[in-house]
């Protein structure tokens, strides 16, 4: 089928088949290799993308879902960096083995935008789906308290 999706605030055609997820239309049809497959089953939160300024799973959300709806990928945050959170994660030394980042950031720059002062409370709540194997937690919360501070720790 023919889809017409906005990605990263561009119209992108995508001839796919409707129950193709999300997360595959990103990577194979669209060359967006930022978000990552993780569990497949919307466990890990490795494949998060913002719908419409939501997490959202990619791995089951099938592209005959997305309709209108704004999809934002990692890909949207700048390629330099300069967006608060890539300074803050980069400045703490977050990732260890980066797999999970993609979907971390995802997830708290939804976090950022509906709650510019985040609790240490709404922080697990909202990071509470994406896992880290590498155990980097209490780094992904202090670089979204750093970025939240104004790049202050």
């Not at 193709?20 to 494949?47: E, N, S, Y």
């Not at 997490?55 to 300069?82: F, H, N, Q």
Request: hydrophobic residues 40%.
């Amino acid at each position: 089928m023919k889809y017409s999706m906005n990605v990263n605030g561009k119209t992108q055609a995508v001839d796919v088949p409707e129950r193709m997820p999300l997360l595959w239309v990103l990577r194979d049809a669209l060359g967006l290799k930022g978000t990552k497959f993780g569990c497949g089953i919307a466990q890990c939160g490795a494949c998060t993308v913002l719908i419409d300024g939501q997490p959202t799973r990619s791995c089951i959300t099938p592209a005959s879902a997305i309709g209108t709806k704004k999809v934002e990928t990692i890909e949207s945050l700048p390629a330099d960096a300069s967006h608060p959170l890539q300074k803050a994660w980069v400045e703490l030394d977050v990732p260890q083995c980066g797999y999970c980042q993609a979907g971390q950031l995802m997830s708290a720059s939804a976090l950022l935008k509906n709650t510019p002062r985040p609790t240490d409370a709404q922080i697990d709540t909202a990071m509470s789906g994406n896992v880290c194997r590498c155990g980097t937690y209490l780094r992904i919360k202090a670089a979204i308290k750093m970025a939240a501070n104004g790049g202050r720790a």
